[in-house]
């Protein structure tokens, strides 16, 4: 067992068996938040951006976050994607001030202090001062100063930026597991559809567990067991790569009966109400996917998930802002080959997930019943021995293995 | 009709609706909008982009009426009320067939869990941009297009705006 310090110097030692428990203080405490910071969001990782869709031409923008660090990602004249840090130079101002758009160069408006598109300092006023008086001195060098820059990379239409000068290379990064997964959802050129935001009062965290735990899928989730739909909760796995950080769930249809059987067995307070989709046109699918799947969650560490639900295809991104919130971002899209029927399945579907989703809202909500609870006894833990204590990939979705792999690399990560 | 009489007409709707709400009437909720109508959640953040996302979306009464019953029987939230402020109600079209309105909408929101019990919050702001038809001389949405100007939902939507 390991003892290490916390930002604060507090001794902190992790539970055991430290596979299988997790205490609440990492979910609390200020100083593991700004520990995470440092580690995990300018550490050794891929952070999830953007879309390469959002930002099409030279100039386009989007302020986002890393962590809780504002960033700005750009296009430049060449087409290459860029992003830093929006914090100017000069004493620090937020130089991007709008959500996207399109410019040629980023001026701070506090001072003017005026940035390329690769957040090189090309202009300042004044620098000569006023009739000889004032400026800056002869020696001041502006093509030494730039906004802080971060690492790009592009993996099949998705846009990752990292601080770390040593970071794999993003296909090393998601690994020879996960890249089929990604790659069968961006398969080809996409579009956005629209964005879903929620705001939710826990730790970032408990989302990244949920987003990788199968367990709960049918049992918080009750839409599809209140309308008879029978959920293919059964049916599937869970794919991690070899540090356990990512890892993709997959759900499969099994057959209604098999289904049915093995929801009469375990006798869930769910299951017989007998209402019916008074419009059931919500769930029309039709094929779409060479492997086809009902649901896919692929948990890309720290802060993506790519989503699947029926027709709808989705980017969540996690945005800590302190150890106590999060904002959640979905990013709608589409294929840009889309026909006009799959477009409206797409559009329809939508009900399904994001801030008002059938079987999406509560997820935020699971989060901030847990926040709520956990505020004192932080040496408390949680238990994760669903499916036994190791991190190992399963064909089975009543199983925590993918929580326990995260919770592996964090540890690792961390130095925990 | 004459001008007066629509006026009032859009008015007594709006103001019916927005109490079926906040009186925890939603069974009631489907019979304010016609049988093929358009009810959907459209953050301004898509809408000023022209982007087709909704949060709700709607097209039939049926779907109106799912919504409902997964509020009842499906959905976990924590336990809140709704209370919705209308102003600015402004006729803009006045088709004899099909009245447009515009109206602006403020929805605090009270909790009722232990934890921040009877705690209001400001929960949603924007704009209603409505199609009102007669049926048997009762006032309905054809379509209501909620405009959140509020984009970013506090935890969760469920209960409709
Ligand atoms: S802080 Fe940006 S120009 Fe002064
Ligand atoms: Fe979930």
Not at chain 2, 98 to 106: H, P
Request: proline share 5%; net charge negative; aromatic share 12%.
């Amino acid at each position: 067992m390991k003892t290490s310090q916390t930002a604060n110097g507090e001794s902190f030692r992790w539970p055991q068996p430290e596979t299988a428990r997790v205490p609440y203080q990492v979910f609390v405490d200020p100083a593991i938040y700004t520990r995470e910071q440092e580690q995990i969001f300018r550490g050794p990782v891929w952070n999830y951006v953007a879309l390469d869709a959002e930002l099409p031409n030279p100039g386009d923008f989007k302020a986002t976050f890393i962590g809780d660090t504002p960033i700005v990602v750009t296009r430049d004249r060449e087409g290459e994607l860029h992003a830093f840090v929006n914090r100017c130079a000069h004493r620090g101002a937020l130089v991007c001030r709008e959500m996207r758009g399109n410019r040629n160069t980023h001026v701070c408006a506090y001072h003017q202090w005026s940035y390329d598109l690769r957040g090189q300092l090309i202009g300042v006023p004044f620098r000569r001062g006023i009739e000889g008086k004032g400026g800056y001195p002869a020696d001041f060098d502006p093509t030494t100063i730039s906004l802080s820059q971060l690492r790009v990379a592009t993996y099949n239409g998705v846009v990752f930026a990292s601080f770390a000068q040593e970071v794999e290379p993003i296909e090393d990064y998601l690994g020879p597991t996960q890249q089929p997964w990604f790659t069968r959802v961006f398969n080809r050129p996409v579009r956005v559809l629209g964005y879903g935001r929620q705001f939710i009062r826990a730790n970032w965290k408990l989302y990244a567990e949920n987003t990788r735990d199968p367990y709960h899928a049918s049992l918080l989730h009750l839409f599809h067991t209140t309308f008879g739909i029978y959920r293919s909760s059964q049916g599937g796995g869970v794919i991690m790569d070899d540090t356990g950080r990512h890892s993709m769930i997959r759900a499969f249809k099994r057959t209604e009966i098999a289904e049915r059987a093995a929801y009469e067995t375990t006798a869930l307070r769910t299951y017989q109400k007998g209402y019916t989709l008074a419009d059931p046109s919500l769930l029309q699918s039709r094929k779409e996917f060479e492997v086809e799947l009902t649901n896919s969650i692929h948990s890309i560490f720290p802060c993506l998930v790519i989503q699947q639900i029926f027709h709808t295809l989705a980017t969540r991104h996690i945005l800590p802002k302190g150890p106590d919130s999060f904002e959640l971002l979905f990013t709608f899209f589409c294929y840009a080959d889309d026909d006009e029927d799959m477009l409206q399945k797409r559009i329809k579907q939508a009900n399904l997930v994001g801030p008002a989703g059938y079987i999406s809202m509560e997820d935020g909500y699971a989060a901030e019943i847990v926040q709520q609870a956990i505020v004192r006894d932080q040496d408390a833990c949680s238990f994760l021995e669903l499916g036994g204590v190791e991190a190992s990939n399963v064909e089975d979705l009543v199983n925590e293995a993918a929580v326990r792999g995260f919770w592996q690399y964090y540890r690792h990560i961390m130095d925990f | 009709m004459n001008a007066r009489e629509i006026r009032d007409a859009v008015e007594e709707l709006q103001y019916a609706y927005v109490h079926c709400i906040d009186d925890d009437r939603l069974e009631e909720w489907p019979e304010f909008f016609t049988e093929h109508c358009l009810y959907k959640v459209v953050p301004r953040e898509n809408a000023d982009q022209n982007l087709p996302i909704a949060l709700m979306y709607c097209d039939s009464r049926g779907m109106l009426q799912d919504r409902v019953v997964a509020h009842r029987a499906a959905n976990l939230y924590a336990p809140h009320y709704y209370r919705h402020m209308v102003s600015a109600i402004r006729i803009v079209g006045r088709d004899p067939a099909e009245i447009s309105a515009q109206t602006n909408y403020t929805v605090f929101r009270t909790m009722a869990d232990p934890i921040h019990y009877g705690e209001t919050e400001l929960y949603s702001t924007g704009k209603y941009l409505d199609m009102i038809v007669f049926e048997d001389s009762q006032a309905r949405f054809r379509e209501k297009v909620v405009i959140a100007d509020t984009c970013k939902i506090q935890s969760l939507l469920v209960t409709p705006l």
